[in-house]
């Protein structure tokens, strides 16, 4: 089982729609959980990091379930600006590294 | 601060060739890490530091891929001899300490676009 599954999509959207990411990930012991993003030729950048309880950023809303070892990523009133790569990430257990997961293709048209 | 810095941006070299790719991290950064990104296997880790010592290496794909940090504001990852199947982009990412805040949160450069032909 790969560390950090993600669908790759692409995801169709259009503009104004609201769109959702899961992410499952294998190692238990992890501890921080993340959402980069990732535009066409640019480098990953942090979008939001995913807490227990859940939060929210603006039109944005990650989710964890530690039990399922889930997460998910909302994104309410898609823009066309949203068109990216997003990348569900968690660290290795008590490593300092991050795992990425190959990342999930939103395209959002007019 | 001007974030990550890479050099160069860009690399086309032959096979065989010696490629050495250089990164200077965020100032004050703890940790420093190499990646490599394709297609087929998306974003994987190289290795990575702490404090300038090599933590974790496992993902250095052989012998002809090497990496050192002689201090904290530079790195170097260097393939000798390079090949065909080491095109990728390779990007370079610092961290603070975790206990510094940002729960570890990686901040990458640029990248470096390598062809090797």
Redesign the interface.
């Known amino acids: 089982r790969k560390e950090v599954e993600q669908d790759p999509g692409p995801f169709n959207v259009p503009e104004g729609a609201t769109v959702a990411f899961n992410c499952t990930y294998s190692n238990s012991a992890s501890q921080s959980f993340f959402w980069y993003r990732q535009d066409c030729r640019k480098e990953p950048k942090l979008l939001m990091s995913v807490y227990s309880s859940g939060n929210e950023d603006g039109r944005f809303t990650a989710q964890l379930n530690r039990a399922s070892q889930y997460i998910s990523l909302l994104i309410r009133d898609s823009k066309l600006s949203d068109s990216a790569t997003y990348l569900c990430v968690v660290n290795a257990g008590s490593q300092g590294n991050l795992i990425f997961g190959k990342g999930t293709k939103l395209s959002v048209k007019p | 601060d001007a974030g990550v810095i890479q050099s160069p941006r860009h690399e086309v070299t032959e096979m065989g060739q010696e490629v050495t790719l250089r990164c200077k991290p965020i100032s004050g950064h703890d ?1 420093l ?1 190499w ?1 490599r990104q394709t297609m087929m296997r ?2 994987e ?1 190289l290795i ?1 530091f ?1 404090n300038n010592v090599p ?2 290496d496992s993902g250095m794909p052989e012998d002809r891929f090497s990496a050192k940090m002689p201090n904290a504001s530079f790195s170097t990852l260097k393939i000798q001899p390079s090949e065909p199947r080491d095109s990728a982009v390779y ?1 370079c990412a610092s ?1 603070p300490h ?1 206990l510094a805040g940002g ?9 470096t676009r390598l062809l090797v032909l």
């Open positions: 940790y890490f990646y998306g974003l880790l990575y702490n933590i974790d990007f961290s975790p729960e570890g949160t990686q901040y990458f450069g640029p990248g």
